[in-house]
């Protein structure tokens, strides 16, 4: 279903982007959380989609052999330059996954596709679920964090060019278009989730103020360890882990 545009969005999505990845990077608490999450399904030859202005970037870099970004915002790409220009394990390719070389990147052998907060922004989703698959060596991993619940869609979502949010069911079901295996499949950041779905039906907000972005980080150690105890029917995040089989 086409969403309707929010006419206060003047800024172009790349600008909401890059905003939101600048005011994300002072969530230290929130970004190691997230990591924290993902990092027991990483290898060591690591694709990275869409790493922005590296907040997870720089939290994995240490932990594997070769990390290859690739991103197509300049802005980010010049952002990342700046950051690792020393790092010897670091490649940065200034592309989108849909205009890539599959057969190319073959070449680097990897054992894991990171891609977080990203698919949303592809409309053929299923088709870059494929190019993952095309990619990946075998028995190699697809670690995917998609923003989850649908209900929670609004105005930020618009602003940041979302063509959708997921549920369990529907990544599922995008998966089995493809021959990737589904490994496991859970929501987190459940308090998130409401903080986002105020944001979206009452305030009917195109940004997170810097204050709500301070406090959410301030109770993350709080949430994080709660839902180690309590997993989440629902959340703000869904993470998926998907593997290439023979």
């Known amino acids: 279903m086409t969403q309707k545009k929010d006419r206060r969005i003047t800024q172009t999505e790349d600008a909401f982007i890059r905003d939101d990845l600048e005011q994300m990077k002072f969530a230290k608490n929130y970004n190691r959380w997230l990591y924290s999450l993902v990092e027991p399904f990483i290898g ?3 694709l990275e989609i869409g790493p922005g202005i590296g907040n997870m970037t720089g939290l994995m870099l240490n ?6 970004g690739m ?3 300049p802005y980010c790409v010049d952002v990342l330059k700046e950051m690792m220009p020393k790092s010897s394990n670091y490649i940065i390719l200034h592309t989108k996954i849909e205009d890539c070389d599959t057969a190319a990147l073959k070449n680097y052998r990897f054992d894991t596709i990171l891609c977080m907060n990203v698919l949303e922004h592809i409309e053929n989703d299923i088709s870059v679920l494929k190019s993952f698959e095309e990619i990946l060596s075998t028995e190699g991993k697809v670690v995917l964090l998609v923003p989850a619940m649908p209900v929670a ?10 063509f959708r949010r997921y549920t369990a069911r529907t990544m599922k079901k995008a998966l089995a278009e493809t021959n990737l295996k589904l490994q496991t499949i859970f ?3 459940f308090l998130g ?3 986002w779905l105020f944001n979206a039906k009452i305030r009917r907000s195109v940004r997170q103020t810097e204050g709500q972005i301070q406090l959410f980080d301030s ?5 994080s360890r709660l839902e180690k105890i309590i ?3 629902i959340g703000l995040s869904l993470i998926t882990v998907a593997i290439k089989e023979e």
Do not use: S
């Open 44 to 46: 060591q030859r690591v």
């Open 63 to 68: 932990h594997v052999d070769l990390l290859v």
């Open 193 to 195: 989730f409401w903080g």
């Open 231 to 233: 997993h989440p029917p």
């Open 219 to 223: 109770l993350v150690p709080i949430l």
């Open 71 to 73: 991103e197509p915002n």
């Open 153 to 162: 869609f609004g105005p930020i979502d618009q602003a940041v060019g979302h």
């Open 187 to 189: 929501y987190t950041n």
